[in-house]
């Protein structure tokens, strides 16, 4: 995948990380229901070894992802772009929204289907807990 200036990014970049990793789309309602809720959860998260990451899969995904950021402000995630939907088609996903959780040695080991309360307080102190320290 890709971030805004078109540089390549991989999953390998976040060893040593629990990534939570979100594919979604700016046409996709339960997807843009749960993004500013990601924004929060990476804020939240912030200074742990957890790392959300939003994979557009919108075909003009730089121009649309970048325009639904602005729009609703959020500040604390990375634009993601997934050109041609390879890594949706690698990662088996069939639907949006898709959230994985991959653990620091790179293998999935939770997936969430359809829409999340991601910045909710139990979620928040699960993945603490689980994945990234204490909870708060």
Known sequence: FFDLDGNEVSIA????KTVI???WATWCAPCVAEMPALDRLQNKLSGSNIEVL???EDRNGETAAAAF???NGLSHLRILIDR???LLR???VSGLPTT????????EVAAVLGEAEWDSPDIVAFLKECFGGTAP
């Open 13 to 16: 970049d976040y060893r040593g």
């Open 21 to 23: 990793m979100n594919f």
């Open 54 to 56: 939003t994979i557009d």
């Open 69 to 71: 950021f602005e729009e």
């Open 84 to 86: 041609d939907m390879a």
């Open 90 to 92: 690698a990662a088996g």
């Open 100 to 107: 994985l959780i991959i653990n620091p040695d790179g293998e």
